[in-house]
């Protein structure tokens, strides 16, 4: 069996989508805040992306996709040799995913939530094969199939919708909405490095995802948002923190409330 | 103006009910485990529920309502002198609720959250009631009706569903599951102190409470839990907390996590 | 009978709200866009929502409301005589916005579509009454009642939702979004007009605003939206024209539809 | 590259079906109706639907739908060679159906829009195929692939339920009422061209697709009516015109809302 | 205590409308159907619906109910004595519709249950009169009130939408559409009733009601249903008469079953 | 042809699952009451279930399976030869399902109604799979594809989700509990039987099936439930039957009611 903790650094959170961007569009604010809050946090792109209309090709996007990472903050960002626009959910596809997350162990694991009508169709089928490996990464007695990769047992996955308006209408238990006040401008920072991908004239995508963020953070009181589903209900041993999870020094949390009484 | 900071004891959460025993057994278990975590905790009701058939009378009622409020632990219990089986949304009901909120000053109020057909008219009422009295509390200029008392802020209100089963079909932003293990042997005994309301042949209603709680609290992965939603989104600054709210540990949450793995 | 076409204009459009500045936020833009489009708009407030913490008082909010009309180009702004903070559904409610309705002949009336925790319990009651007034204005033999004002017939109500985020579980056979593009500076100015109630402290609202409407538009391809419900399903005798609703010249249709093409 | 437009004539709305007749049932109306208002408007269906129990073979089944596509009026109709009964969502089967969205360059897609319980998987594996095909229609670099064929940028897709009962718990942004009244006959007689399909004792289906007519159409205030959900939100930039939509003068709107009064 | 077993009839099944007619387009096919299956059935109307625009008054009004129910062979037709056009939920019209319950004793209560914008909101009223009369019903120790009418539960409470459309968006746990085949002509019989509320130019209406007779029953696989929503999930200890209810004897299900394949 | 009349017992109800145990887990309680009223009834797995961690191999998991079949009392089950872990909807797995339902000629099939985040992914295969061999069992001109098993049409298709909390939020036009009391014992018997998937560790996962069937039974009026959702209308020729489903003697019914009152 494979080392794993000497060979890879482990990596508390996956963010996966299907090409790169996918990832930074849906939630590279929480991305930039999980690096913010001392976690480690790896972009898994299922495919390199390519072509699109204004791209030279894969290597120019690699390296957008790169920096973007580097914007972000991130530890790792991983580029399977998974075909773009011809993404389907097989045993190869989930197997190549489910031995990176046997190799970097996250805790967390982020992707697609849903269909994308009028846009790419590899949105749908990562959703599936991002599910299939997380089920794929805790299974026992595949030793060769895994290369000796050992299990490992993700805690939580969770969904984004890649669409900017509020996620409705989901068949999930529950759904939350993650402060990104203070990571807004390097989550458009990272979406700005793909200038293959969003040219001058398509710069009114960046006030979208400021509206969106401005939107969906005062949903639940914050300046900056971005929303997830999961797949289980929300719960909390401490509702109290739920409530109010500024703080947990409660004269500071009367303080605080205080404070916005009008 | 009062001074209410002398007066009155803060009282950081107040769930409020249409008759002695909703509270209880919509969210008893969640009162029990907030006084354990070291809150101060009110139960209002709005009336004192009585003619009932089984019972001697009102006396009887509220001296079982009080035994079932030390058995939670609640720092206090108040009935109002509004009419049970009689209950409407009137200005004169809203006000004399908001002054019991202006006097505890809470962070949070729960409520009921529904209409709940075949039972009690009275609690779609008491949700109304609730509603506006939250707002009364912190309305400015109207020292004489509220006799002087200040306005009072409440941080968040949050609902309850009365019935047995998980929350669905409700028109809110947000639900979540309160961990209430350990604390539901004390909900079910609160509930057994209103003798004249649960005579032996209802026995099975303690079963239906504990097959709630394992169900729902099964949901977010605890033995035991009591399920609300909110009036705005769930959100949190710390979204690894909210999924692993355990600990902030993260070794220890690891260790955790790794002795969930099969 | 009264002669009703000789007394008062007819107003095409009447937006009820419970309090001034309800409307505005709500449906400002699609007030201006009415104006613009040369149609004439009235508002119907039914309180005169006063008092308030900043407020010196009836007379100061009324003449910013009556600012915020002439920023709007509304035609009309009346406010009723009901009272805020105690607004309740009642006959006499009721009878006295139907008057109105009666008066100036709306085709379509907007109103208040939900209860809004948290905030004030007149918006509850506002959508009660408003629904009530729409049918009182059409019942026939009500001469007395109504001081010989004859009937009108309402041909659309529609509804909105005073919250920022998009319309969601909502008990409603229709939604649609409505281009505000080029009357969003005129909605924040109007806004901007209740200096009472949005002092500098409270600055953040024009940002929300600005997001929502960025958002909303955005999800039906539009800079700027705000969004309805129906009573009935959203239906047209022309699909083209409800799918591509900007031009009716289909050669201007396809070179429109070119342009967007990446 | 191929010279489309001088190859192949512009269609602007293609309808998408698995099997012939499935087109016919879902929305033969306002296939007939888009003709009557001028639109060039055409029918693909992925197979050719055979076997079914009564029918001789491919070539009579052919020959019923030719026929009922003249019924209908529409300019053209193709069926691809994929295989019934067995068709599964893959490459070959997507670039088929998007090479003839770059011939025929339709304004609208029309298709599947979910699972049909207990009728043929074909019709989601359909709704895959159409939602990638949309996709693939609009994709540079793909000139091989798609035999020179240029690229079209499809501007809206919609989406068909094939049961009869009004739409519902869909994941779809808009839902639509598309008016048939004129049309309804001429949806029924394309229906009874598929002889081999609904012989005498299928004969209940007509009561039901007039039923499903009338019901869906009441919901918009039409005699008959189609349905669809759309991939974005309903929008419009004349919101009377919307809710007014038989008219754009104003004096003979009043005068038609009048004559509804009673 | 009044021996109400001796005074009053026992009726299995009542129906309460807030005006004559309401309850014939919302079920009046399914109180013919429980005619016919020997119940004993009653209609309840709260108002006596005047005035309306063509009747001359009440008095015609009430024998065109009269003879409506007449039609479709009820037992019993009950109007109260409570105001059209401002039917309010009162403590009064509770009591007054529960001792109605309290006197005829009903296993099952049939009820609005829902708002109707753009139509009378004496409707909604009516449901909440309805839900609290179902329970003051068997509430004890209120002889005084109930002119020592004894107590009397009713087993289940059902909800109809007067809409012609089926039910969505219903916060509730179960609905089911109920078969009216045979019954369908008496219902649209006993609305012809009603001939100041529909005269021929509303003969529309007619077609409306078969439409949605025709497609509601469809969606439970029978020519005309009518459908309801219930306070409690649909339960069954026996799944197979859930599933094939139209017999319990297997040999014959199997060959219905069999003459219903292709 | 064969004569599967001859060669093959007939089966009332087949319920497939993925593995071993999914369909004990989901419906057990159900099939045990279905044999206990003289059902014949089966359990397809589509694969053996192995590997999984604590299991020496198929053997052992078969034995337990036969065992569990045992413990519920079903006349058969069949366990395919498709690949555990790696189960895809294709022709091949379709037709060899649809071959079980065409010897078998079921009138009722249960099967997956789900995807399963975080759990198998092979459950939403299994479902894509069972849609599609309930079709293709009714399907003529088939004889070779089929080995000459003559046609079947399966009356009516339910669906479980394998969750433990009650069904929401399903694009389903019903819903049902069925009334197992009586049977939970022995469904947990069944689970029991699976030593290798639910070693002592795992003792929890019995509360919860116990939690689980008390709520959902109560959501009904039963001890103990288990729910479906159905591919049509639930519907009924006698609601009386729907709403009090436990007799049809109405003296007894009443009987029942009475002594249900308080």
Not at 228 to 254: H, K, Q, S
């Amino acid at each position: 069996m494979i080392d794993v903790e000497k060979e890879y650094p482990q990596i508390d959170v996956i963010a996966v989508g299907a090409h790169p961007d996918d990832v930074e569009i849906a939630c590279g604010g929480t991305l930039a805040k999980l690096v913010d809050q001392g976690h480690t946090v790896a972009i898994i792109d299922l495919t390199d992306g390519e072509p699109t209309p204004h791209s030279p090709g894969p290597d120019v996007r690699l390296s957008e996709a790169m920096e973007a990472a580097k914007v972000l903050g991130v530890n790792k960002r991983i580029t399977l040799d998974l075909p773009n626009r011809r993404l389907f959910d097989s045993f190869e596809a989930r197997v190549m995913l489910a031995k990176e997350f046997r190799k970097y162990r996250p805790n967390v694991v982020i992707g697609f939530g849903n269909r994308t009508p009028m846009a790419s169709p590899d949105h749908w089928q990562a959703m599936q094969i991002t599910d299939a490996a997380v089920f794929y990464s805790r299974l026992t007695k595949w030793d060769e199939t895994f290369d000796h990769l050992p299990v490992h047992t993700i805690g939580r996955q969770i969904y984004y919708k890649i669409a900017f308006e509020p996620i409705q209408n989901v068949d999930a238990p529950g759904t939350f909405v993650h402060d990104i006040t203070g990571c807004l401008e390097r989550k458009l920072d990272s979406i700005r490095c793909y200038q293959t991908q969003f040219p001058p004239k398509k710069d009114y995508i960046f006030e979208r995802v400021k509206g969106a963020a401005a939107l969906i953070g005062s949903m639940a009181g914050y300046s900056a948002g971005e929303q997830f589903f999961t797949t289980r209900a929300v719960g909390t041993p401490d509702m109290m923190d739920l409530l109010y999870p500024e703080t947990r020094d409660y004269t500071e949390r009367n303080a605080l409330k205080r404070s916005s009484v009008e």
